[in-house]
């Protein structure tokens, strides 16, 4: 039993960054995979970035990959998710999910966030 709380978004000029957090309570975070997941409206919720509960393994979607960076402090029960040179196509609400692998956190997450509205302007 998890709870995940993000935080952070905002509206951001394309090409500055921002931060999110997703902040876990309820069991052990650092027994956790966590992830980000995005949703524009009318899509889908896709895959962002995921990392390992060690936070030695990450992966990212081609869509972010350098310019965004998963990152968790297992003593803050806290993941991050850094985004820079952001582009209007990064709009969407934010969730933060958590699994107990990896590998699962990008398939089948077991526990979600309420979600943080991002939005990229010109």
């Known amino acids: 039993q998890v709870q995940l709380v993000e935080s952070g978004g905002g509206l951001v000029q394309a090409g500055g960054s921002l931060r999110l957090s997703c902040a876990a309570s309820?069991?052990?975070?650092?027994?956790?995979?966590m992830g980000w997941f995005r949703q524009a409206p009318g899509n889908e919720r896709k895959f962002v970035a995921g990392?390992?509960?060690?936070?030695?393994?990450?992966n990212y979607a081609d869509s972010v990959k350098g310019r965004f960076t998963i990152s968790r402090d297992n003593a803050k029960n806290t993941v991050y998710l850094q985004m820079n040179s952001l582009k209007a196509e990064d709009t969407a609400v934010y969730y933060c999910?958590?699994?107990?692998?990896?590998?699962?956190?990008?398939?089948?997450?077991?526990?979600w966030g309420q979600g943080t509205q991002v939005t990229i302007s010109s």
């Open positions: 999910a958590a699994a107990q692998r990896l590998v699962v956190v990008r398939t089948s997450p077991a526990y």
């Open positions: 309820g069991r052990t975070f650092s027994s956790y995979a």
């Open positions: 990392i390992s509960w060690s936070g030695s393994g990450t």
